[in-house]
């Protein structure tokens, strides 16, 4: 699976953004898609994750009633809708996914994930 990252950009504190990954054409069936971001300087950290067959979605809990991720199967895309903007947000935001289902307890470790997008910037500053 191909995925195309999209949505990033520059944001003042408090804003909101939207962030789209669309995958390459075909049925969107992996069970797994999650966020990850890269702060400058840091490692890859976990962002949030939704499976297609356990109903909750997960989030990291800097991001958690901040963010929120989605999927439509239909147009083959997920989204994470960004809310409440904070400086400590700006990060290379990486989108990724399982073909098959994993424990919820591992959806935040990045090696478990078959494929990833290339990334989109996502800066908040004033």
């Known amino acids: 699976v191909q995925l195309q990252a999209s949505g990033g950009g520059l944001v003042q504190p408090g804003g909101s953004l939207r962030l789209s990954c669309k995958a390459s054409?075909?049925?969107?069936?992996?069970?797994?898609t999650g966020w990850f971001r890269q702060p400058p300087g840091k490692e890859r950290e976990f962002v949030a994750a939704?499976?297609?067959?356990?109903?909750?979605?997960s989030y990291a809990d800097s991001v958690k009633g901040r963010f929120t991720i989605s999927r439509d199967s239909a147009k083959n895309t997920i989204y994470l809708q960004m809310d409440t903007l904070k400086p400590e947000d700006t990060a290379v935001y990486f989108c990724a996914v399982r073909k098959v289902r994993l424990v919820r307890s591992s959806w935040s470790e990045p090696h478990h994930y078959d494929s990833w997008g290339q990334g989109t910037q996502v800066t908040v500053s004033s």
């Open positions: 054409s075909g049925t969107f069936s992996n069970d797994l």
């Open positions: 939704i499976s297609r067959t356990h109903g909750i979605p």
